[in-house]
């Protein structure tokens, strides 16, 4: 593989960079492999590159029924933090917000990791307790996190409505500073190149269409592009779980809601930080292109469309214009949606099946995006050792029987309440 | 915009309502001795197809009543609503 680096540049420069290796192959499918993963995602292309780069698998396929980070990898709002207050949360995407540090050394590719800090607004004293609570438990867990006053915030995002007559005043706020953001696109790209120079075959426009099992055991699936056998087979398919799970006669403990995002025309830097506004069912940043990157709510309603609904989108800027009043100037450039797998108690899964060589990682919610290197690592020991890293034993699918559920959100099962 | 017919006030936007999820969990029998898990069936795990789903509605702007309504979750088109005590 041809490293990136200025001199690469430099050399092609003379080329009129004609002649730059393409990132990655186009195979065509063997007939079998150890490992497939289905789903081309941020999370099935970390996958493989962890199988290939930490155990040594590397006669493995990657299965993507369009193409690579067309889905969930492309629809997020590329937000990165570990602000969670339970240790099995916490310690998972801590180790995760480690591995973003590197990523773009890690894999010879910038992913544009920005640790600009993410600001989660209070709006009153209770509010504020429930933060330093969370904020000491972060601690606690080796996570970076920081309470800010009012006037601290002033001088942050002095764009903010701090009017004494707010719905909802800034009382204070819990910040991780070393949140922040990554370019969703070379996230992908950049596991893709590196898996596909392990030997990783990516396939794309491959759906899959059903699974040989046999006594209990997984012996391939079936594909638009031909059968093909697999001793282990990983699932990372997000918001499609439940439809390749209805071929294996599994039912599983998500909704498939979908989530809407929008970016508006970019304006000159106005927003240094990713902010939070609970209260308001609204966050934004601002991306390097200059466009406000603004998230709310689930539609609420089951849905496998990848398109939302204006009421709720008017909603959320609606909250989003309370906040920020400036933003009701800006007009919106574009709107999207993206399935979110809502699992019961609000956090993933990453475990075996009760099918032999059968592994699932779903359950994601709202909140995939960061969790793209530390679901790879872990998915990839817990496919190549058959048992779970100590880092997701608590992400099993048996808590719903057991009543070890992780609500970090407390929001029960109404998932699309959020 | 969905727009949603109430069974008892007509067609109305769907700023209206709140939405109560699969129609067809059944709550095990009271006064029975239910093992787990059956009950965990009856709170963790819902139909979730991509295609008609029958679900259930609130009319919580309007008659505050719950009726069920089948509805694509593929394309969100609306075919039928019915009264909570009617088949759909």
Redesign the interface.
């Known amino acids: 593989m041809q490293k990136y680096s200025i001199f690469s540049l430099i050399k092609n420069a003379f080329t009129n960079h004609q002649n730059w290796d393409v990132a990655w192959r186009d195979p065509e499918p063997k007939k079998e492999y150890d490992v497939i993963i289905i789903g081309g995602g941020g999370h099935g292309l970390a996958t493989a590159y962890y199988l290939a780069k930490e155990h040594n698998i590397t006669n493995v396929a990657i299965l993507e029924k369009g193409w690579i980070g067309g889905g969930n990898a492309g629809r997020n709002t590329t937000i990165l933090r570990s602000n969670y207050m339970w240790d099995s949360n916490g310690l998972f995407y801590e180790h995760g917000m480690k591995l973003w540090e590197s990523l773009s050394q890690e894999l010879n590719y910038n992913v544009m990791y920005s640790p600009r800090g993410i600001i989660n607004l209070a709006h009153s004293d209770a509010q504020l307790n429930i933060y330093a609570r969370r904020g000491n438990s972060m601690r606690l867990n080796g996570i970076d996190a920081v309470m800010l006053g009012r006037n601290e915030l002033k001088k942050m995002i002095p764009f903010a409505d701090f009017s004494e007559t707010a719905r909802f005043p800034i009382f204070g706020a819990l910040m991780q500073p070393r949140g922040g953001t990554a370019r969703h696109d070379a996230v992908v790209w950049g596991y893709a190149r590196q898996a596909d120079s392990m030997g990783v075959d990516i396939i794309q426009n491959c759906e899959v269409t059903g699974f040989d099992v046999q006594n209990g055991k997984i012996k391939g699936v079936q594909t638009s592009k031909g059968n093909i056998n697999a001793k282990k087979i990983g699932l990372c398919v997000a918001g499609s779980t439940s439809l390749l799970a209805e071929k294996l006669n599994m039912k599983l403990p998500i909704e498939a809601h979908v989530l809407q995002a929008c970016v508006s025309e970019p304006v000159k830097p106005f927003l240094n930080h990713v902010v939070t506004f609970g209260a308001g069912h609204f966050y934004c940043s601002q991306s390097d292109k200059g466009e406000m990157v603004m998230g709310g709510d689930l539609d609420g309603y089951n849905s496998y469309a990848q398109r939302g609904n204006l009421p709720t989108l008017q909603h959320v800027l609606s909250e989003g214009v309370a906040m920020f009043p400036n933003l009701s100037r800006l007009k919106i450039l574009r709107t999207w949606g993206g399935i979110m797998d809502m699992s019961m108690d609000g956090s993933p899964i990453i475990d075996k099946s009760h099918i032999e060589g059968l592994y699932l990682n779903f359950g994601w919610c709202y909140g995939g995006f960061k969790a793209t290197p530390v679901s790879g690592l872990t998915f990839a020991h817990t496919i190549a050792q058959d048992r779970p890293h100590t880092l997701n034993e608590k992400f099993n699918l048996n808590r719903f029987n057991t009543g070890h559920l992780i609500d970090e959100k407390g929001v029960g099962t109404k998932t699309w309440i959020g | ?2 727009e949603i017919k109430c069974p008892y006030c007509g067609k109305r ?3 209206e309502f ?2 109560g ?2 129609a067809s969990v059944k709550r095990p029998p009271l006064g029975k001795e239910i093992s ?2 059956d009950w ?1 069936d009856f ?4 139909k ?3 295609g008609n ?1 029958s ?1 259930l509605w609130h009319h919580i702007a309007g008659c505050r009543q719950w009726f069920k309504v089948l ?1 694509s ?4 088109e609306i075919f039928k609503t019915a009264k909570i005590n009617e088949d759909l």
């Open positions: 915009m969905l936007s769907q700023n709140s939405y999820g699969d787990d898990k965990d709170v963790y795990f819902r979730n197809p991509r789903h679900e509805r979750t593929a394309t969100h």
